[in-house]
């Protein structure tokens, strides 16, 4: 019965790891660079389709680049033999904060390939509830892009309170 919860909770946690990119993003302001495909996600299978209006609704936001790439299992899904791999994890350095955190670096869950030094616009959720950074997980389908000033304005924009 535990492995099934553990399975249940997977399945949602992917699944409600939201992506957005297959709404009208078209119509949101963002450069060029973050118009084009970055991610290997599959369009139409995201929980909520990006929006600049709607980023302010993410748990956190922030501009950062990755100076430390790991692969880990999350201790939430368990070892049990049940052939869970592991999952990117990264470091980021933070350079500015949109919501959501504090402080110059954090540790966030990826479902994106990602190479050290990139530098991101990153969005999303708690993985399993809770403070927005509690095992932060970022977001895909447009929530989390390649930063570009217009892009970073916009998302700056959009978070303002």
């Known amino acids: 019965m535990r492995r099934i919860g553990m399975l249940i909770a997977a399945v949602l946690a992917i699944g409600?790891?939201?992506c957005g990119g297959s709404g009208?993003?078209?119509d949101q302001p963002r450069s060029e660079e973050a118009s084009q495909a970055m991610d290997d996600s599959v369009e139409g299978s995201c929980a909520e389709a990006y929006s600049v209006d709607a980023l302010a609704r993410r748990a956190f936001a922030f501009d950062g680049t990755i100076v430390e790439l790991t692969e880990e299992i999350d201790p939430n899904l368990g070892d049990d033999g049940s052939g869970i791999r592991p999952q990117p994890r990264a470091r980021f350095e933070v350079?500015?904060?949109f919501a959501g955190g504090s402080g110059d670096?954090?540790?966030v869950w990826l479902q994106r390939k990602a190479a050290l030094g990139e530098r991101l616009l990153v969005s999303g959720e708690p993985r399993w509830g809770g403070n927005p950074l509690d095992d932060a997980i970022q977001w895909q389908c447009g929530w989390t892009i390649r930063y570009t000033e217009v892009d970073?304005?916009?998302?700056r924009q959009a978070t303002a309170t």
């Open 16 to 18: 409600s790891s939201a």
């Open 24 to 26: 009208n993003a078209a």
């Open 95 to 97: 350079a500015e904060w």
């Open 105 to 107: 670096e954090v540790w």
């Open 152 to 155: 970073a304005d916009a998302w």
